[in-house]
T-cell receptor, first 115, second 111 residues
Framework: NAGVTQTPKFQVLKTGQSMTLQCAQD?????MYWYRQDPGMGLRLIYY???????DKGEVPNGYNVSRLNKREFSLRLESAAPSQTSVYFC??????????????FGPGTRLLVL | QKEVEQNSGPLSVPEGAIASLNCTYS??????FFWYRQYSGKSPELIMS????GDKEDGRFTAQLNKASQYVSLLIRDSQPSDSATYLC???????????FGAGTTVTVRA
C-alpha cells in the first residue's frame, strides 16, 4: 500500500495563476482532509470530506475549492493564487468520520511557492 | 484563545535526558488526544494517542492526560539525537471528524 500520495511535490506559481493539488489514498478510508502548514502556526484545516459526496469548510477555506472525485481522491484547487498561499499543503485520510479514537494518516506534502 | 497551545520552544536537551512537552486545550468536551512527530521537511507521524486520564507508556514515550486541568503532556525518556523533531499536539472532540493542532514544539537533542 502506498498510503496517502500527493502530487506535485513542489510547485512555483505566479500570482493569479491557478492549479490543482492532487491527493489519493489506497486504504479505503472514508474521510479526507486538506491542511496547510506555515512556520510557527501548526496545521490548519482548509477543507475536509467526511465521506464520499460531502465536503465542508475548515478553519481557513478562503481562496480554495475542493472536489471529492471518488472515495480515493480529494483535490484542492487554487483558482487565483496569492503570495499568502505560499505554504506546505498536507492531505490526510481517516478510516471513518466519527471515530474520534482513530488518527489521521498524512501524505508527504506539497510545497507551494507563489511569487 | 487558541484551542490548543503548546509550550514554546525550541527545547534543547542533552542526550540521555528527559524531554518534557506540554499541551493545553480549551474545549472541555475534547475526548481524544494525539502526539505527532514531524521531522524537518517531512509529514507528521503519530507516536502516541491517549483517551483516558492518567499515563500511557510506549517504549521511551509516556503520554499523560489530565482532563480536569485540560492538559496533556509527552515525556521522552533517554532522549536520542533521532528524537530531534517538532512535536505536534492534536485534540479531537467526541464524534468529531476534525483534529485541532497546536503550533508544535521543536526539540533538539544534543549529543
Amino acid at each position: 500500500n502506498a498510503g496517502v500520495t500527493q502530487t506535485p511535490k513542489f510547485q512555483v506559481l505566479k500570482t493569479g495563476q491557478s492549479m490543482t493539488l492532487q491527493c489519493a489514498q489506497d486504504m479505503n478510508h472514508n474521510s479526507m482532509y486538506w491542511y496547510r502548514q506555515d512556520p510557527g502556526m501548526g496545521l490548519r484545516l482548509i477543507y475536509y470530506s467526511a465521506s464520499e459526496g460531502t465536503t465542508d469548510k475548515g478553519e481557513v477555506p478562503n481562496g480554495y475549492n475542493v472536489s471529492r472525485l471518488n472515495k480515493r481522491e480529494f483535490s484542492l484547487r487554487l483558482e487565483s493564487a496569492a503570495p499568502s498561499q505560499t505554504s506546505v499543503y498536507f492531505c490526510a485520510s481517516k478510516p471513518f468520520p466519527a471515530g474520534a479514537q482513530e488518527t489521521q494518516y498524512f501524505g508527504p506534502g506539497t510545497r507551494l511557492l507563489v511569487l | 484563545q487558541k484551542e490548543v497551545e503548546q509550550n514554546s520552544g525550541p527545547l534543547s536537551v542533552p542526550e540521555g535526558a528527559i524531554a518534557s512537552l506540554n499541551c493545553t486545550y480549551s474545549d472541555r468536551v475534547s475526548q481524544s488526544f494525539f502526539w505527532y512527530r514531524q521531522y524537518s521537511g517531512k509529514s507528521p507521524e503519530l507516536i502516541m494517542s491517549i483517551y483516558s486520564n492518567g499515563d500511557k507508556e510506549d517504549g521511551r514515550f509516556t503520554a499523560q492526560l489530565n482532563k480536569a486541568s485540560q492538559y496533556v503532556s509527552l515525556l521522552i525518556r533517554d532522549s536520542q539525537p533521532s528524537d530531534s523533531a517538532t512535536y505536534l499536539c492534536a485534540v479531537s472532540q467526541f464524534n468529531d471528524y476534525k483534529l485541532s493542532f497546536g503550533a508544535g514544539t521543536t526539540v533538539t537533542v544534543r549529543a
